[in-house]
Structure formats: structure tokens, C-alpha cells
């Protein structure tokens, strides 16, 4: 619980000035943007730094406070310096919220998390916690052991996680997912934080394991529709990027954050995002990996309606895909196949309300997807009848929604649940025409809803 003898930061209040704390809070997420970080600020959290509740802010929020005041450091700031308090009894009595104190969504938040986890136990007993199928619901939210030395095997695991995240994911979707996900992501996290890797490559590991299980867990919560938690876990993966000098996590972490900011009206800000990966991702050697970040920045051009950027954008990428694998293409990025790519265009051309074009492309990815990966196989027939729908093609749109349908029993995805009650709606003016009218009646049989 927080330390009563917590000791206000009047530096900091004097820099706010006579903007309110919630004016100054958006001043930090603005200045954050600049500098291509993202922290959830809002004035709850200039409270906690104002009242001295938080001593040391954690490092993507120290890189926001050094940009907003040049020249200046964290003791400047009224800060404690990150050395004091790094044991676990300062982080016990300052950083730490109460036990039955709901998660929130910042940052800030998730890296208080970790270190609350770092409490008994040994890296073996938390290493054989990492395990997803037979986590029980105990398990997921329960304390997490806190390791004594990191070797091969705990890294192993924690690389391990990832995969069966992701093979598990393509199969299934986020809904299921996402709350076994977080348990193995707060033990890695455990691991990175007791800085006592054997050796320097296991820590290089460890860091990059660490910040792909926070995508990986973030791109769950962005499946299954809890944004800000996506967004939490993004902005940690990028911090852990940031102090391990990992480009690559970098450029995985700024592209799926600008796929979530498209995706939650902020097409400006997806446009950063993809312009910072492709800047991290540059001297990697992985053409894939330009196209897919030069994909992400067409679909935020198109949220902004700007049509030439996003053509000139899907022409990078369909170049950069043109020149084939690379040694260097990312592990993560197995699922980016020409499929994606047509999918991915059929989206932009959607948002630019080019719906039989993109009919076109969403059929094309259909037609080029492997039928093993049932989620993307269900995400790309629900943009096809989204499509087909508004381009007033509702026969066709009604017999692709029925396939989404047949595969939706085999896939919990809020996000696709979504598209398809979009397509519904807009499918409703034609439900004269017997081919929609029998595809509303069983989608309202399936989802519980009445026509």
C-alpha cells in the first residue's frame, strides 16, 4: 500500500503551473506523441506524481519528462533517482497499489504490476508456472514467484510462451486467451526485473522474450476489444525495446501499436506509429517487415482520407513484399503472407469507401488463405461480407456471412463478432430478399439477438 510518509513532489506541481492536472496530462501524452512513446497520462496519475505516491516514474514516462523539460533530470523533476529506489522495500511502500485495487490502464500501471509479483519463491517455480493449456483461473491472477537466477531454462520458457500464444491464437482467437496470457507475462517480467541474468546474451533474450509476450498478450486484449489494456502492454513492450536497444522489438511494438490506434479512431497517430517502425525497422535487412509497417501507414492514411498517401504507401508495400523472405524476417511475422497483404489493402480501400475494390482484395485473401488458421480464415470472409454488404451486393454478402458463421463456433473473437454485427446492420435495408433475410434469422438465432 502507499507509503504515509510519502513526501509531496512540489517540483513537479510547480512545473504544471496553472494548467489543471488534467490539461497538464494531456500536455504529457502530446509531448509523449513527439517522441513516437505511449503513456496512458491522465490527472489521477499527475495526482499520484504530485502527492510523491510515485517516486521514480518508469522509463517511458522519464523519456516523456526529459523531452517536455530539457537539461533537466528526475531529481530536477522532484523525482528520486532511479537507484534509490530499486529495492524491494522502497518499491513495497511507494509503487505498489492495494491488493484489491482494480488494474488500471497506464503505463505507469503495468510496470508497478511487475514488481508486485516479486515477492517469494525461486525462477524454477516460476518457470514451471509459464505453461497456458492447464492454467486454471487461480493461476492467472494469483502471486507470481520471484526468481533467484536466470539461465537457459528460464528464457526457454519464456520464448516458449510466446509461440504457444501465438499457435493458439491463430487457432482460436483472443477471447479465450487473454487472461491465461497475462500470468506468463507477469512472471517474465519478474524474470527480467531481478536483474540477475547469467550471462549477458541470456539478458539480451530475456528482454526481447519479455517485450514479444507483451504484444503478444496486448494483441489478445486487442482482439478481445480491451483496449486500453492493448494499449498498456504495447507501450511496455516499446519501453523494454527502448532499454535493451532492441530494434526489432522496437519495430514490432510501433507496428502493432499503430494498427491499434487505426483501430480506435486515431489514424493520425497510427500514421506516427508506422512512420517510427519503419524507421526502427530500416536497418534490419527484412523487406517483409517494411512492407507489412508501410501497410500499417496506409491504413492510417486512409482513416485520414488521405488517398494518395495511402496508394503510394501500398505500393511500398506490395515492392518490399515483391522481394521475397528474408534470413532477418521477424519470427513473429509468419502469419504475413500474401493473404495479409490482400487483406490488409481490402481494409484500406474500405475505409476510402472503395467497397467493391476492396471486395476484390478481402476475396483474394479468402482464396490465398490457409484453411488450417481458422481465426484469420474468419476474419477475412467477415471483411468480405462487410464489403460485399455496403457495396450493395447483399445475395453475396448474406452467403459470406453465413461462412462466418460456420467458423465462428470455432473462434471467439470480439473483434470479429463486431465486423459481422456491422454487416448485419447494414444487410437489415435488404432483408426483403430471402437469401439476407434467412442469413438475419440465423444470425440472430446464434447471437441471441431478435430480428
Known sequence: MVSTGAVPNLAFRRLRGQRSAGEFAAAVRRAAREIGEQVACDARYIGRVESGEIRCPNYAYERVFLHMFPGTTLVDLGFSSRETVRGRGARATVDTPPPTAPHRDTDEESDVLRRVFMTSGTATMATATLGLGGTSAAAATGPVPAPRRVGEAEVSAVEKAVRQIRLLDDRQGGDNLYRKASHPLRIAYALLDSGVAAKRSTAGRLHAGAGELAISVGWLAHDSGRFEDARSHYAEALATARVAGDAALEAHAFCNASFLARDTGRPRESVRAAEAGQRAAQPLGSPRLLALLALREAGGRAGLGDRTGCERAIGRAHTAFGRGRSDADPEWMSFFREAELEFLEAQCWSVLGEWSRAAHHARRAVRLQD????????????????????????????????????????????????????????????RGTPEVREFLERYADVSGTRE
Open 371 to 430: 484453411p488450417h488458421f481458422t481465426r484469420n480464415l474468419a476474419l477475412y470472409r467477415a471483411e468480405l461480407t462487410w464489403d460485399l454488404a455496403r457495396a450493395g451486393r447483399a445475395v453475396e454478402a448474406a452467403a459470406e456471412g453465413h461462412r462466418v458463421l460456420d467458423l465462428l463456433g470455432r473462434v471467439r473473437s470480439t473483434r470479429i463478432r463486431a465486423m459481422l454485427a456491422e454487416s448485419v446492420t447494414a444487410l437489415r435495408p435488404q
